[in-house]
């Protein structure tokens, strides 16, 4: 069993920057791929960004491309969302969320998701 807590969320104005932290507990987050999917009010949850289990893989969202990373810190188990200029169109709550088979785009995909957090873009 994976757990995975979720931090880092807030209210930042347009063009702004947030760190998204998914801290995990029970097993080595290096041995699973990981995603960060986000849903806005009315929507369906949403693919955000992936890595690998190696990390040497990522894959991101056409409508987040060159403004978000994902990054990785292994000794302390974590896995980042940088996200930078930031847009409204950006407010959701976001989730992380592990796949014992690797990276995907699909929700579907993934076994272990976090409780999510809130991210409000205001314009």
């Known amino acids: 069993q994976v757990q995975l807590v979720e931090s880092g969320g807030g209210l930042v104005q347009a063009g702004g920057s947030l760190r998204l932290s998914c801290a995990a507990s029970g097993r080595t987050l290096s041995m699973y791929g990981m995603g960060w999917f986000r849903q806005a009010p009315g929507k369906e949850r949403e693919f955000v960004a992936t890595?690998?289990?190696?990390?040497?893989?990522?894959y991101y969202a056409d409508s987040v491309k060159g403004r978000f990373t994902i990054s990785r810190d292994n000794a302390k188990n974590t896995r980042y969302l940088q996200m930078n200029s930031l847009k409204p169109e950006d407010t959701a709550v976001y989730y992380c969320?592990?796949?014992?088979?690797?990276?995907?785009?699909?929700?579907?995909?993934?076994?272990?998701w976090g409780q999510g957090t809130q991210v409000t873009v205001s314009s």
């Open positions: 890595v690998s289990w190696s990390g040497r893989n990522t």
């Open positions: 969320a592990a796949n014992r088979a690797g990276s995907s785009r699909f929700a579907s995909d993934y076994e272990y």
